[in-house]
């Protein structure tokens, strides 16, 4: 029998309960979800970057509809609970970001992010008022689903010219206060800055893999109190660097030698069984 949802939201809010860490991997597609799945992972989250880039477009280019039907490809793909990157869910007004929620939880996620960057480059980042506010019409919004929807507020202040730890420790705190389920602050320079955040705030703690000289072990995240570790774009990077590596062969040199290293059909096929 098909896993219900409210079944996959509880064994995902066991997976933040449990000890140590545990790493989840972000599929862009129906197939990557499933050979995911079959590695033993145990649970899934979609990735913005890479859903934007199967359409061909860049990150934050996608519409709130695209991006939910992506989610409900990746639900369906297997009985893993699915979190997704909602960016910043989708429009700058709490009752948008609620509505955005709300209609996560109706694809069959079981959790879901909202953000503080605000897409503007002369403003990156809402202020902290305004960030909490969304965070809390999210946090409402996830209450009211019927099942526990695990909602990660996440500060974007690294990625987007806002370096001050103490300040997305605040930012984080105040997420916290709001009612969010998990915290996360992507691009943490170093293991130091990583057990501040994770010392500063109660709630876990979402380490996001993929950033060059920035991405640590399992071993060394779980020691500085990290409880998730997402992958964001990484693998679907490593998939199209494949895909470069052989195209530029064929284009450049008119070898095929990509075949002999790649993954036989047979093989791949036998993970969307």
Not at 23 to 29: G, L
Not at 64 to 84: F, G, M, Q, T, W
Not at 243 to 263: I, Q, S
Request: glycine content about 10%; proline content about 5%.
């Amino acid at each position: 029998m098909p896993m219900s949802q409210s079944d996959k939201a509880a064994r995902f809010r066991a997976l933040h309960e449990a000890p140590g860490a545990f790493v989840i991997p972000n599929p862009w597609d129906g197939g990557s979800a499933r050979i995911f799945a079959a590695l033993g992972f145990p649970a899934l989250a979609t990735s913005s970057g890479a859903q934007a880039g199967t359409l061909g477009r860049k990150d934050g280019k996608v519409t709130r509809e695209e991006a939910l039907a992506h989610c409900r490809v990746i639900v369906s793909a297997s009985d893993l609970p699915v979190s997704a990157d909602l960016e910043k869910c989708f429009g700058d007004e709490p009752k948008v970001v609620a509505e955005t929620i709300r209609l996560a939880a109706g694809v069959g996620l079981v959790g879901g992010s909202v953000e503080d960057a605000t897409g503007d480059k002369q403003k990156p980042l809402f202020d902290h008022g305004q960030a909490t506010e969304r965070v809390a019409a999210a946090v409402e919004a996830a209450r009211a689903a019927g099942f526990p929807f695990t909602l990660t507020a996440r500060t974007e202040s690294f990625l987007r010219g806002n370096p001050n730890l103490d300040d997305v420790i605040k930012r984080l705190q105040a997420f916290e206060k709001a009612g969010a389920d998990v915290l996360m602050a992507p691009g943490l320079p170093d293991l130091a800055a990583v057990r501040a955040v994770c010392g500063a705030v109660s709630k876990p703690v979402n380490f996001m893999v993929g950033i060059k000289g920035k991405s640590f072990t399992v071993a060394e995240l779980t020691a500085a109190g990290v409880k998730r570790i997402s992958l964001a774009t990484s693998l679907y990077r490593a998939a199209m660097s494949g895909l470069l590596d052989a195209a530029r062969e064929v284009k450049e040199k008119g070898t095929f030698g990509y075949v002999d290293r790649g993954v036989p059909s047979a093989d791949l096929a036998a993970f969307m069984e």
